[in-house]
């Protein structure tokens, strides 16, 4: 624009004459007249390649908002992104569990596995999962189905049992039990531990539920309440070995040798060929710093033992007790 020198009117550029007054106007700088000229030809040259930037622009944008949304959301999550299981989902199979290698003078100790009186027989991992056929029967008949299938390595159908047992008796402490051991068989710990507390709650004297429970708190390095349990179980039933064993072992690591070597030698007189317990026994008789007993142990040992680690256990206590003259 031009404004006028003598009514300050303003006038176009290239105005000669103020339109108001007739004054005549002075001439433009070039420099302004190439600036207004620029400036309309950028305006004019805004289209469909800036349109175009700009859109990329803000797709950047959006994904970066994006990208931060996902951090916070698998902040909140602890990035795992699951549906939650329950306690009556679907047995799956179990990974393999190895069996920790006893080393000399240092022998780690295991809690007997439960044998066949009231328990669901160990087996592998099964080939399939069937149903059960809708059918009528007592608690007790559903309870040996359970045991049945779980011995054809149905745990799935051997679980469904077991809970069309609790639909017809919700006290049936028998198969809280079973539920228990195929928990414990499938590495649920907490929900074992759970099941077999209900079979306590019911039949509190259901003496292979002590024992396992009893177990479950040994391994959980819960010793005082493992060995009030096994105190139990041997109180009800004292013909059982595993039971002595396995109080015996809760008082050797109690470093209470005296009374795991009363347990061990219980244990040995009603199960006289297992290697195990003449195992911990003379691990007992050494820190007794009983040489001769202990060697007849370690004897026994070689005598019934076929497993290798523990017969090269006795071979080499054997002779380090023959070297000490």
């Not at 970066?64 to 959301?73: E, H, K």
């Not at 040995?268 to 691990?283: F, G, H, K, Q």
């Not at 820190?287 to 070689?302: C, N, R, S, T, Y």
């Amino acid at each position: 624009m031009i404004v006028c020198p003598a009514c300050h009117a303003e006038n176009p550029d290239g105005t000669k004459i103020c339109v108001k007054c007739g004054t005549e106007l002075p001439k433009a700088p070039a420099g302004a007249a190439v600036k207004a000229k620029t400036q309309e030809a950028n305006r004019k040259k805004f289209g469909i390649t800036d349109m175009g930037r700009d859109l990329v622009d803000a797709l950047w944008l959006l994904f970066i908002l994006l990208l931060v949304g996902l951090f916070f959301f698998g902040e909140a999550t602890q990035w795992t992104f699951r549906f939650a299981e329950t306690e009556e989902a679907k047995i799956v199979q179990p990974s393999v569990t190895r069996v920790p290698v006893r080393h000399p003078r240092h022998a780690s100790r295991r809690i007997a596995p439960k044998k066949e009186k009231a328990t669901l027989v160990e087996a592998p991992p099964p080939a399939n999962l069937e149903k059960p056929p809708v059918e009528l029967g007592s608690p007790d008949l559903f309870y040996q189905k359970a045991r049945k299938q779980y011995d054809s390595r149905h745990y799935q159908t051997s679980f469904d049992y077991l809970k069309k047992a609790l639909e017809l008796d919700p006290t049936y402490a028998k198969a809280y039990f079973g539920l228990g051991y195929l928990y414990s068989r499938f590495s649920m710990q907490d929900a074992a531990v759970r099941m077999y507390e209900m079979s306590l709650r019911f039949d509190p004297n259901h003496v292979d539920s002590i024992n396992n429970l009893a177990m479950m708190y040994y391994h959980a390095g819960n010793y005082d309440d493992a060995q009030a349990l096994f105190q139990k179980a041997v109180s009800l039933d004292g013909q059982n070995a595993d039971f002595e064993y396995n109080l015996g072992s809760v008082y050797l690591d109690e470093n209470r040798p005296d009374d795991a070597l009363e347990a061990f030698q219980k244990a040995s007189a009603l199960r006289p060929d297992d290697a195990a317990i003449y195992n911990d026994m003379a691990l007992t008789y050494e820190k007794l710093g009983k040489k001769q007993d202990a060697e007849d142990a370690w004897q026994k040992v070689q005598k019934f033992s076929s497993d290798p680690t523990m017969l090269q256990q006795a071979k080499t206590h054997l002779d380090f007790l023959n070297s000490q003259g």
